[in-house]
């Protein structure tokens, strides 16, 4: 199971992409197909597409962590961030990031953050597709180190705001 994380982006439009990438046969299919099947009030996860009837691979669950709540806020959700997700996976496929030999064993979760506040289709589908990619990598990678979560741990701060010393 490789664990992601990105933040991409300083403003309402902002991406805050979480990914787990893991096997179908083991637990990230268990929960990827859970999931799916047990939507709740105000987050409906569904599979993120390129095109109509055109799955990324490896199929990606998309979910939200905030609930739409109004039209605007609802189009950008399932329209620019769902695409800026699809779009981040197919590019970390394209770039090695996942191999080929994952696309058809492996599935991804995506738990995607688009702020009820945005308002630039533009701008949340740039920021999602960059954060993906970044989270993909990260994941891959192994990152964050633990010399990097030493060195981040004496300034937090999320973006909006910082806590500490």
Known sequence: MLIG?????????????????????????????????TPTVGHSPFIAV?????????????????????????????????????????????DGTITAERCDTDVLIASVWVNPRAHDADAVYRNNRAATAAALRNAIAGRPTLEQVRTASSHVTNGLNTAGD
Do not use: I, M
Request: charged share 10%; hydrophobic share 50%; glycine share 8%.
């Open 50 to 94: 390129l095109a109509p009837s055109v799955a990324v691979k490896p199929f990606t669950l998309f979910v939200t962590k905030a609930t739409p709540h109004s039209d605007l806020h609802q189009s950008l959700t399932w329209g620019p961030a769902q695409a800026g997700v699809a779009v981040g996976v197919a590019d970390a496929v394209a």
């Open 5 to 37: 994380e990105s933040a991409h982006g300083d403003d309402l439009n902002a991406a805050h992409v979480n990914t787990v990438l893991g096997p179908r046969s083991g637990p990230v299919g268990v929960a990827w197909a859970t999931a799916l099947a």
